[in-house]
C-alpha cells in the first residue's frame, strides 16, 4: 500500500526556518526517522520509504506553496495513490502556536496552498495535519509572520511537537485518520 506524504512550504534559502515551512521541517524529520534519500524529481523533493509493509511517498514540493495542488496532483496520479491515503502537512495560524489538529476534510482556512491543492483536486476531502503557529502579528503583516524566523521561544515548544507531527504521520499510514485523530488531536 502508498501513501503519499506532503509537507507544505516554501523552497530556498531564505525560507528556511519560517513558520510557513513547517510542512517541511515534519516531512524532514520523517524522512530522517526513516532513513530515507531524497532526490530531485518533477516539481518536488521526494523521499520514498517504507513503514510496517507500506511505502510512504513523502514530497516537499519545489513549486512555492501558492502551487502546490500541481506537484500533489501530479505525484497522486505517478503513484497511482488514491486521495484517501494522501496527506498534507501545513502551517495554521488559526491554531495556537504548537497545537496540532489531524482532519479528514475542510477548507482552505485562508491558506493558499490548500487552496490550490483543493483547486487542483477538485475535492476538499482528503487528509491534513495542520500545525498550529499562531496569530501574533500586527494587522495587514500576515505575509511577514508566515514568512518570518520562529523566535527562540518558539522553537523551543515547536521542536517538541515536530516529533509529535511525525508520530501523527506514522499513525495515519498505520491505523487511519479517524483512529489517528482520536489519538492525538486536542493533546
Known amino acids: 500500500m502508498k501513501y503519499l506524504i506532503v509537507g507544505l512550504g516554501n523552497i530556498g534559502r531564505e525560507y528556511e526556518n519560517t513558520r510557513h515551512n513547517i ?12 532513513k530515507g534519500q531524497t532526490e530531485i524529481e518533477k516539481l518536488s ?7 510496517r509493509g507500506r511505502t510512504l511517498v513523502i514530497i516537499k514540493p519545489t513549486t512555492f506553496m501558492n502551487l502546490s495542488g500541481k506537484a500533489v496532483k501530479y505525484w497522486l496520479e505517478k503513484e497511482k495513490i488514491p486521495v484517501e491515503r494522501l496527506l498534507v502537512i501545513l ?7 504548537g497545537t496540532l489538529r489531524m482532519k479528514a476534510k475542510g477548507g482552505d482556512a485562508g491558506h493558499n496552498g490548500l ?4 483547486y ?16 501574533d ?9 508566515v514568512l518570518g524566523q ?14 509529535i507531527a511525525t508520530d501523527m504521520v506514522l499513525s495515519f499510514v498505520s491505523v487511519g485518520v479517524n483512529l489517528t485523530m482520536t489519538a492525538f488531536n486536542n493533546k
Open 91 to 97: 502551517d495554521d495560524i488559526a491554531l495556537p502556536t
Open 150 to 163: 520562529w523566535t527562540r521561544s518558539e522553537e523551543k515548544l515547536m521542536v517538541p511537537r515536530i516529533d
Open 23 to 34: 510542512g517541511f521541517l515534519v516531512a524532514d524529520s520523517l524522512i530522517y526517522q526513516l
Open 45 to 51: 523533493l521526494v523521499s520514498r520509504v517504507k513503514y
Open 115 to 118: 487552496t490550490d491543492i483543493i
Open 137 to 145: 502579528f500586527p494587522r495587514g503583516r500576515q505575509a511577514d509572520y
Open 120 to 135: 487542483k483536486l477538485g475535492t476538499n476531502v482528503f487528509s491534513r495535519l495542520r500545525i498550529g503557529i499562531g496569530s
